[in-house]
């Protein structure tokens, strides 16, 4: 008998509806998107723009703008080094719980892959977090898997505020939750909230998640913009590349972070560039179609079109494309990583819990920061002064 799945279109009940038609027009941005109608004049009419318009920003995502990479690298330096000058800020995430209650067929965290399940103490997330500003890290982003009742608002927001006491920047990439408890969690500390939408394809999405909480795509997709509702400083976007259509998907996400930045523009807005990667259990999973020519033409591409946008590039990828990248458009970085439980309480490299995925650039911070110099570029560890 095949097993009946809530309609992930339908919000379940206690999930806030926002009065925005946002999801309408992503949707629409994501399904006009047609590869094969972009030609070499497009591209280079939108290479010529000091501004995009949406139909630019397609038409440097389409296929007839791979043989412009170069110029494209070019002038996306340009712009990047007009607006953020060498700046490239360095973080470390905080991975302090790993139940989860989604079943989401790719990733590590999942309810129904067998793994090493844990959440730290009070007394675990101080030691973590003095080990983490000892190596002289200032802004973290602090992660869970997506349980509210293992990992509920009041004890993600207890981590947060101990997590204060040793940083001057809190990021959270938590599951979704309504403008109350984000506005709570900034009381508590966090500065902006990330969520990635997976993929912009409900449809596909439908078939990717299977069960939890997190199935439902609506809700998700407007995450964002309850944080900002909730007061949070800023919000971060992206698709995991490679579940689904990767042009479409770095379409949606573009067009969302554009439309969100035109509607709250005190908001502070990032893009990751997330390629998918093999997880623990499952040999199945690995990156598609995005290898990394085409992963620089996205950022390019974002970094064109969103040029104020602070665009990180995380640890999944290569040191050296995570160098090359930074002297072209990224702006943000991980260093210090371990994406499993608890991986900063001790030196021997042991974890509480198992990790969400793997990663290829395993840099301590000081060798990143050395790394970041060496290049001409200068490591920030925090734009933030707090009076």
């Not at 591209?43 to 995009?52: C, D, E, F, W, Y």
């Not at 998700?220 to 479409?248: N, P, S, T």
């Not at 104020?308 to 210090?336: D, G, L, P, Q």
């Amino acid at each position: 008998m095949t097993e009946q799945r809530i309609d992930h279109m339908k919000y379940l009940p206690g999930m806030e509806i926002l009065d925005s038609d946002m999801l309408a027009q992503v949707t629409a941005y994501h399904d006009s998107f047609r590869n094969e109608d972009y030609t070499a004049a497009d591209v280079q009419r939108a290479l010529s723009k000091t501004r995009l318009d949406p139909q630019d920003f397609m038409a440097l995502l389409s296929t007839a703008a791979a043989p412009y990479l170069e110029q494209m690298a070019q002038k996306a330096h340009m712009v990047t080094r007009r607006h953020f000058g060498g700046n490239i800020s360095i973080l470390t995430p905080i991975y302090f719980a790993n139940y989860c209650e989604n079943y989401c067929i790719y990733c590590g965290f999942n309810s129904h892959n067998k793994i090493k399940r844990a959440r730290l103490t009070d007394e675990e997330l101080h030691r973590e977090c003095q080990n983490i500003a000892n190596a002289g890290i200032e802004e973290v982003l602090m992660l869970t898997g997506e349980s509210p009742k293992m990992s509920d608002v009041r004890y993600i927001g207890n981590a947060v505020k101990i997590a204060r006491q040793y940083f001057r920047v809190i990021g959270m990439e938590i599951y979704p939750v309504n403008s109350e408890d984000y506005a709570y969690l900034h009381e508590c500390g966090a500065d902006y909230v990330t969520v990635f939408q997976e993929t912009y394809d409900s449809d596909k999405y439908e078939t990717l998640h299977l069960a939890g909480n997190k199935r439902i795509f609506p809700y998700r997709f407007y995450a964002q913009e309850r944080a900002i509702r909730g007061g949070m400083r800023g919000v971060g976007f992206a698709a995991l590349l490679g579940l689904a259509d990767y042009q479409k998907d770095a379409v949606a996400t573009g067009m969302h972070a554009w439309l969100m930045q035109r509607k709250y523009p005190q908001a502070e807005i990032s893009l990751s560039c997330p390629r998918l990667c093999p997880i623990i259990n499952n040999d199945k999973i690995n990156p598609k179609d995005v290898d990394e020519r085409k992963l620089t033409q996205i950022i390019c591409a974002y970094r064109l079109f969103l040029p104020y946008a602070c665009i990180v590039v995380s640890s999944r990828e290569s040191a050296a494309f995570r160098n090359a990248i930074m002297k072209i458009a990224a702006t943000k970085v991980s260093a210090s990583v371990c994406v499993g439980i608890g991986g900063h309480l001790e030196n021997d490299g042991s974890e509480k819990g198992d990790e969400q995925f793997e990663i290829t650039d395993n840099r301590p911070f000081d060798e990143m920061y050395a790394a970041i110099k060496h290049m001409g570029l200068q490591p920030v560890t925090s734009e933030y002064i707090y009076v």
